[in-house]
């Protein structure tokens, strides 16, 4: 069966690499057509020559084409996926310098010091409902894959103003339980779990190894032997000292993005000082500088090098194992009707995850197949847990869609008001004021009527 994959923001150097690594060890996509769009030429060209080398190495064949349009990439199209980021990192970096000046802070600022900030956020979202407007007038029978960040937001205003969309979020998130069997010492393959929230804020509530629950074994590991590993861990790490805390605290065990940097540094309590910060081995800012930016630097350039070496094969530089990222699997069963359980980010119709509203993004198991994605029912997760999921995401998310979709600048003062760093009006209108008047804001500026 032959499709037509197109990525959107295809010289994204994280997805496009994991994307490349699923599809060269997926046979049964061999003989597929791959478009390749983005508006950066050089990353786009890297993209495509690392792709046709991979593929030629793992024996498989694709059609690889490449454009910097995105009507061209769009016609024929069975499944689009959206990479992209349409406000560079510099935007983001300012962005935060400005908000820093004002008082605000890394950790349980998912508004402001995240790479959600509300003026990343309102360009994202035109960009996401401008690809699903075209997806509808040139291939509209095609699934919609979002996987740039806001996800959460994202899927929440697309399905509610298009109900009718094939359209699913992504987030590599929920591979942090990989990081937990790793610590635990346990076998991939041998464990089980459910996990169920909303996108960046997940909590594992079932796991199993080898059929007998698991609990036990984090329990143990987390008496005898978490003191001795907190003293050598990463920062932010999602086995560490604030993960644990967490965990001991909801009783329900946080994965991924739920507490690290790259969720927002939920919450907001382990965060209000250098000293705090430390003596929970937290360090949101370090991670954003060398996790986050200098990785994906390092990661470009070796994406470049490997692409254009022809000495070495690629294979040898970035081995095609898969890397969990859900985006091929969830092609392949739909396309194959092959069966596959995929934690996906969908709407809560269905009341799947209780305590979240129906009309609402959720994060959670779903059965994927030709049929298309079926949410699953999942374990109520605790009150508290409940509680902070509509405090911290819902309600604020509700807050910035509502100032976006009325350009309602009174809405946006109140999603500002809502950020725990936030200490007195004046201070959130300075701040917004100030990213208005960066260069490159004037559209926002404009839609808010400033």
Request: aromatic share 12%.
């Amino acid at each position: 069966m032959a499709i037509k994959i197109s990525v959107i923001g295809a010289g994204s150097s994280v997805f496009s690499l994991s994307l490349i690594r699923e599809l060269c060890t997926t046979k049964s996509l061999s003989g597929c057509t791959v478009h390749f769009m983005d508006i950066d030429e050089e990353r786009l060209n890297a993209s495509v020559t690392l792709c046709r080398r991979y593929a030629a190495e793992c024996g498989l064949h694709f059609t690889l084409l490449k454009t910097t349009s995105r009507e061209e990439c769009l016609s024929g199209a069975d499944f689009v996926i959206n990479t992209a980021l349409c406000v560079g990192y510099d935007k983001w970096v300012e962005g935060w310098n400005i908000a820093q000046s004002h008082g605000y802070r890394y950790g349980g600022s998912l508004h402001i010091m995240h790479d959600e900030a509300f003026w990343i956020n309102y360009y994202q979202y035109k960009l996401m409902e401008d690809v699903y407007l075209d997806i509808m007038r040139i291939c509209p029978d095609a699934w919609y894959l979002l996987v740039a960040n806001p996800v959460m937001a994202g899927v929440t205003y697309l399905k509610r103003k298009y109900p009718d969309a094939k359209l699913v979020g992504l987030c590599h998130g929920c591979n942090g339980i990989y990081n937990v069997a790793r610590v635990l010492g346990l076998e991939r393959e041998d464990i089980q779990f459910e996990i169920s929230g909303v996108n960046h804020l997940i909590w594992l509530t079932h796991f199993t190894y080898k059929g007998e629950d698991a609990f036990p074994l984090l329990d143990r590991w987390i008496e005898e032997q978490s003191a001795e590993y907190f003293k050598t861990c990463p920062l932010s790490d999602g086995m560490g000292p604030k993960a644990v805390d967490l965990y001991k605290r909801f009783g329900v065990f946080p994965i991924g993005d739920t507490g690290n940097p790259g969720g927002g540094a939920w919450g907001w309590w382990y965060h209000t000082g250098e000293e705090v910060e430390k003596s929970w081995r937290e360090g949101p800012k370090w991670w954003f500088d060398e996790i986050y930016f200098k990785a994906n630097e390092r990661l470009v350039a070796q994406i470049h090098a490997a692409a254009y070496d022809e000495s070495t094969p690629v294979t040898e530089v970035f081995p095609p194992i898969s890397t969990g990222e859900p985006m091929i699997a969830l092609i392949e069963a739909i396309a194959f009707d092959r069966p596959k359980i995929i934690i996906t980010n969908i709407m809560n119709d269905g009341n799947f995850v209780q305590g979240v509203p129906r009309d609402f993004q959720v994060e959670l198991a779903t059965l994927v197949s030709g049929r298309g994605i079926q949410g699953i029912q999942q374990t109520p997760l605790p009150a508290a847990v409940q509680a902070q999921i509509q405090s911290t995401r819902v309600a604020m998310a509700n807050m910035e869609l509502s100032a976006y979709e009325h350009g309602d600048y009174n809405a946006l003062l109140n999603l500002v008001l809502m950020d725990p760093w936030t200490k007195s009006e004046k201070q959130a209108i300075d701040l917004i004021d100030d990213i208005f008047n960066m260069d490159g804001m004037e559209a926002m500026k404009k839609h808010f009527g400033r």
